[in-house]
């Protein structure tokens, strides 16, 4: 069974540019949730998806967004990119169910912004 | 609210040495628990969890950790770690109705030979 893939691996922007990040669950899976990882703040939860519809959100500004899809692959954008949004960003997937089944993380897209 | 503290930041230990790492949370509902693993430039890949029943988990690798209700904690040990091991660790907690988790800080774990 293939795990959870996220694309690109590693990104690079600037400042006031936009980017949008891709992730694709394990099959059969439908709840997508998204961190982020830096050194200072460690792992923060940005959103979950499921069904295509947002349930849980995190406490990030509204220049981060996301979207999920019919076949449950789903998507973040980042707007607006400043300094601090360099991160390792980690989508996580799991039937959704709640609360005892463990999430399956991807490798993550590391972004940079200079 | 929920919390979950991972008491030391980073541990060190010789190869073949037992090692625990420990996490607590707090709660004020029953939770589920996890143990996470994440190597360099890696995602997190899960060690253990406790959903009920018997409160000592045993994990992949050779890890287990123990939940205990009283003490609101969910510590991790392994009888004689490995420079494999050498990864950082995270503690987490979810909700029964709720599909969000929360972490640790993490501990990282250097396994010196």
């Known amino acids: 069974k293939a795990g959870v893939t996220q694309t690109p691996r590693y990104l690079i922007k600037t400042r006031g540019q936009q980017v949008t990040l891709s992730c694709s669950p394990i099959s059969g899976h439908r709840s997508v949730s998204w961190y982020q990882q830096t050194p200072g703040q460690g792992l923060q939860f940005l959103f979950e998806?499921?069904?295509?519809?947002?349930?849980n959100k995190g406490n990030f500004p509204g220049r981060f967004s996301g979207r999920q899809f019919s076949n449950s692959r789903s998507e973040m954008n980042v707007s607006t990119l400043e300094l601090g949004d360099s991160a390792l960003y980690l989508c996580?997937?799991?039937?959704?169910?709640?609360?005892?089944?463990?999430?399956?993380f991807g490798d993550g897209t590391r972004l940079s912004i200079l | 609210a929920q919390s979950v503290t991972q008491l030391d930041s980073q541990v060190p230990v010789f190869e073949e040495a037992p090692v625990e790492l420990r996490c607590n949370y707090s709660s004020s509902v029953s939770v589920y628990l996890f143990w996470y693993v994440q190597y360099p430039n890696q995602g997190l890949q899960l060690l253990l969890k406790?959903?009920?029943?018997?409160?000592l988990v045993k994990g992949i690798n050779g890890f287990e950790a123990e939940f205990n209700k009283s003490q609101t904690s969910f510590h991790l040990r392994k009888p004689s770690v490995h420079i494999s091991d050498t990864a950082e660790y995270f503690c987490a907690v979810t909700l029964y109705n709720f599909n969000k988790f929360y972490f640790g800080s993490g501990t990282k774990l250097n396994v010196k030979p």
């Open positions: 996580a997937s799991s039937s959704g169910q709640p609360g005892n089944q463990p999430q399956h």
């Open positions: 998806y499921f069904s295509e519809t947002q349930r």
């Open positions: 406790y959903l009920s029943g018997s409160t």
